[in-house]
Nanobody, 121 residues
């Protein structure tokens, strides 16, 4: 089974920054970052196509940036972090979304184990 591997999580003061990295053993057409806070559903944070077109959740627009280091590496630069950003962050990938929505968990068949981000107030 192909797994993705996330890194870069940690604890940071509100207003600080972190950069998450996701590595994959193979090329992925569409990749995305999701997050899940305790007691909440997993939600889409940002997605990127094979042509580097990006999309973001409204809650992170202007603060987070998704990008590819290569076809097998994905980044999430998170600036001006808020306590509400505290969650486990997951990398997700698939060859294409088909008719699925970029922020739907069911659109992806490859996931990482997650990396914890904690923002202290």
């Amino acid at each position: 089974q192909v797994l993705l591997e996330e890194s870069g999580g940690g604890s940071v003061q509100a207003g600080g920054s972190l950069r998450l990295t996701c590595t994959s053993p193979q090329y992925n057409g569409y990749m995305a970052w999701f997050r899940q806070a305790p007691g909440k559903e997993r939600e889409g944070v940002a997605g990127i196509t094979s042509r580097d077109e990006t999309t973001y959740a409204d809650s992170v627009k202007g603060r987070f940036t998704i990008s590819r280091g290569s076809r097998k590496i994905l980044y999430l630069q998170m600036n001006n972090l808020e306590p509400e950003d505290t969650a486990m962050y997951y990398c997700a990938a698939d060859w294409s979304l088909g008719d699925g929505a970029w922020d739907s968990v069911s659109s992806y068949d490859r996931w990482g184990q997650g990396t914890q981000v904690t923002v202290l107030s």
